[in-house]
C-alpha cells in the first residue's frame, strides 16, 4: 500500500499530491501545522517572518496538528513539500522524526517556483541516513505514473 504524506502551505502542493493519490490510487496525508501559515509568515523577503526564522535554525521542528498516520500498513510513502530555501521546509523534518518510516520505500516529491529537487533530496538523505530516500520528482505541472 503507498501513502502519500505532504505539507502545503499555500495549496499548491496540495494539488499535485491530489493528483498523484488520483494516478497512483494512494491515499493521503495532510501534514498540517498546528499554527497554520499566514501570507506574513510565508514572506520569504522578510528575514524576521516565521518561515524565514524556521528555516535559519536547523532545529526548528514545527508541531503537527492531530495524529500522525499510522504507517504499519504501507510499504511505500511519498512525502511531498513546497522547496523552502532549497529544502523541505521544517515541518517535514517534524514528520519524519515522529513516524516510523524505517524499512519503507520513501519517495520524494515536491513542488517549486524556481529550486530544483536534488539538493532538497540529497539534504534529507544527509540528514536521515537510515531511511530508503529516493529522488522523486518536482510536480509543478501534469502528474504522470512515472513518478510511481
Known sequence: MKLIAFF????VT???AEALSAVSGADTYE???EEI???EDLDWR???SRSSVEMQDESSRPAIKGNLPD???????YIGFPIWWGVAPRIINTFIEKSDLKGKRIVIFATSGGST???AVKDLEKKYPELNIENGKLLNGRVTEDII
Open 37 to 39: 501559515y499566514t501570507d
Open 31 to 33: 501534514i498540517v501545522p
Open 46 to 48: 522578510n528575514k524576521k
Open 14 to 16: 496540495r494539488k499535485a
Open 8 to 11: 502545503s502551505a499555500s495549496g
Open 117 to 119: 529537487l536534488p539538493y
Open 71 to 77: 504507517l504499519s500498513s504501507y510499504d511505500t510513502v
